[in-house]
């Protein structure tokens, strides 16, 4: 069955980067594509970005363009997500989803909590 | 950016009502509009796809129905495992966009 396992917790200080992973299993990694998508505490869910895993080709929402950076190695299944110059409205849980086309965003990892405080 | 408005962002049901919660679009999307479900502490998780399809093992009692700029999620019964908050989404341009969210909670 196809699931999306992410890295753990993180508590990171203003200024910092962190890199959350999410590790594909049970599909073929190359022929679909990962958005990442995060929830500030007692928010809504807001679109971050996406990644092919077949071409590496990219969508930024603008307001995270030149802070975020994603990759993804096809030798593990892995997509990472790297946001840098981390502020205290940064704090969130982060989810990748996997990107089924028309089936929309079809499968999501558990989450990860990523928590900027000095 | 396209903008989803959700309505309501909250109601009180009672275990087998029907419950209906609407989505609109800024501008239209044809019908590239998801819905999920989302419990507290939890991934959100995938009910419908193309406004009306059915994810693989979502029970029928819901159902998406719209097109364009306007949009419904129905729940045909409520059940105490469908208090959540649900949540619609567009995936027809970039940036993808959600709506603000509905809350269901018990009456």
Aim: glycine share 10%.
């Amino acid at each position: 069955q196809v699931q999306l396992v992410q890295s753990g917790a993180e508590v990171k200080k203003p200024g910092a980067s962190v890199k959350v992973s999410c590790k594909a299993s049970g599909y073929i990694f190359t022929s679909y594509g990962i958005s990442w998508v995060r929830q500030a505490p007692g928010q809504g869910l807001e679109w971050m970005a996406w990644i092919s895993p077949y071409n590496g080709n990219t969508n930024y929402a603008q307001k995270f363009q030149g802070r975020v950076t994603m990759t993804t190695d096809t030798s593990t299944n892995t997509a990472n997500m790297e946001l840098g110059s981390l502020r205290s409205d940064d704090t969130a849980v982060y989810y990748c989803a996997r990107d089924s086309g028309e089936l929309g965003h079809d499968s999501w990892g558990q989450g990860t909590l990523v928590t900027v405080s000095s | 950016d396209i903008q989803m408005t959700q309505s309501p962002s909250s109601l009180s049901a009672s275990v087998g009502d029907r419950v209906t919660i609407t989505c609109r679009a800024s501008q239209g999307i044809g019908n590239y509009l998801a819905w999920f479900q989302q419990k507290p502490g939890k991934a959100p998780k995938s009910l419908i796809y193309a406004a009306s399809s059915l994810q693989s093992g979502v029970p029928s009692k819901f159902s998406g129905s719209g097109s364009g700029t306007d949009f419904t999620l129905t729940i045909s019964s409520l059940q105490p495992e469908d208090f959540a908050t649900y949540y619609c989404q567009q995936y027809n341009f970039y940036p993808l966009t959600f709506g603000g969210g509905t809350k269901v909670e018990i009456k």
